[in-house]
């Protein structure tokens, strides 16, 4: 190279030799030749910071999984999660591990040393924030509730239930499997998985993929329902687990059948109104059993079915009426029959006076209240006292027989 550039530097052949054209050819070389070096420079650079971000996003991505949230993304892929109105998504990255596997004081879940449960705010945030639109917020009723993000792959793994919310509809079922995300040691699916009524022949592989990655020491759950008025559902989760323990949220019989005929109303404004619905003709006022919304109430002939298969001791009933007055009382009872510590407590709720329903606290300085939503609190139709009084009657004796075959008398009148 150096002969080649002196060669250049040379007079062409018939032209004097000129200093001052020899120092400018020389500062050009010069020049070219350290823009050649820092373009390399700045090409490898470049690459190198490509390589490691892709390298560092990987990482993440491969990582990161829903913890406690919604319940629609529980168990997603943080690569998968839709972009929300001021998302919070707390979640803790590889550096919030560390080779101390020492215990929290948290009994249950046995979590990092550094690491703490939702319920004592005293770990790390990072807070994504992202767009969307008033549709993408309705798709889940409950995403206001912070979310929290944990490294699971390769310690969580999914696991059949142990406990079930088993009924019943309209009774305050998904009030209840709210409340109980807020407890670091419960996991859920989002959807009802309709597995013991509707999709049993999917196969219990099906059905274990429904079920979030857990931790050892968490304790998977999941609601449907329908499964309580299920004939097959009994044995069926016998078969699966003899240990299981099943919660049912019952509720006056009457309010509850009325509640069921609103949701109705709401999605087919052209219903028989509930008196023709209720009752099979309106001289005789025979009680028709048929209707799913009366049939569902006699709360006796079910749990007789459920007691063949499971004992009493296996099976909580939790108050509907005081889910909503009492919820950290009911809460509390929850948590006991379980085998979890108490941490859902009243700092946790407050009632919202204007729907009469329990509100979530959030956190200081992390946004408004978390209230149930829209389809919560619906006003009921004005039902004639005559009617109201026969159905009352026609409960009377099967709650009676329910009183006494749970040892709990729930007071409806």
């Avoid at 049912?248 to 052209?270: C, E, F, L």
Wanted: aromatic share 10%.
């Amino acid at each position: 190279m150096r002969s080649v550039v002196c060669e250049a530097l040379l007079p062409e052949p018939g032209h004097a030799f000129s200093p001052f054209r020899h120092r400018t050819n020389l500062r050009i070389h010069r020049i070219m030749m350290c823009g050649t070096f820092c373009l390399a420079a700045y090409l490898i650079f470049l690459s190198c910071c490509i390589l490691l971000t892709g390298t560092h996003s990987a990482t993440i991505s491969q990582n990161i999984y829903i913890y406690e949230d919604d319940g629609q993304s529980r168990g997603k892929h943080i690569s998968d999660l839709p972009q929300r109105k001021t998302d919070k998504l707390r979640f803790l990255t590889d550096r919030r591990f560390t080779s101390n596997q020492e215990s929290s004081e948290t009994q249950g879940t046995q979590y990092p040393s550094q690491w703490m449960p939702p319920s004592e705010n005293k770990y790390e945030t990072i807070f994504i924030e992202g767009g969307g639109s008033e549709a993408d917020d309705a798709d889940s009723e409950f995403w206001d509730v912070d979310s929290n993000i944990e490294k699971i792959e390769g310690v969580g793994r999914r696991k059949l239930p142990q406990a079930l919310i088993i009924g019943v509809k309209k009774g305050g079922t998904r009030a209840l499997l709210t409340f109980l995300r807020l407890h670091p040691d419960i996991r859920a699916p989002g959807p009802e998985p309709h597995f013991f009524d509707k999709n049993y022949d999917r196969g219990i592989h099906w059905y274990r993929q429904q079920m979030p990655s857990t931790l050892d020491g968490q304790i998977t759950m999941e609601k449907t329902p329908s499964y309580f008025i299920t004939k097959e559902a009994p044995k069926r989760i016998r078969n699966m687990s003899k240990n299981v323990k099943l919660i049912v949220v019952v509720r006056d019989p009457v309010t509850r059948a009325i509640s069921d005929y609103t949701q109705a109303a709401s999605k087919r404004p052209g219903i028989k109104q509930f008196e023709q619905l209720a009752f099979l003709d309106n001289t005789t006022w025979l009680v028709d059993t048929s209707w799913s919304a009366i049939r569902i109430g006699i709360y006796a002939k079910h749990i007789e079915r459920w007691l063949k298969c499971f004992p009493l001791e296996q099976i909580h009933f939790v108050n509907g009426e005081k889910l909503i007055s009492d919820p950290a009382g009911e809460m509390a009872k929850v948590q006991d029959f379980l085998g979890i510590k108490r941490i859902i407590t009243n700092k946790h709720f407050y009632i919202n006076g204007t729907r009469g329903f329990p509100c979530l606290k959030k956190p200081e300085g992390s946004g408004s209240p978390h209230c149930l939503g829209k389809t919560k609190g619906r006003q009921h139709p004005d039902i004639n006292e005559k009617v109201l009084q026969r159905l009352r009657d026609f409960y009377k004796p099967f709650n009676a027989k329910f009183y006494q075959i749970v040892g709990q008398d729930f007071g409806w009148n």
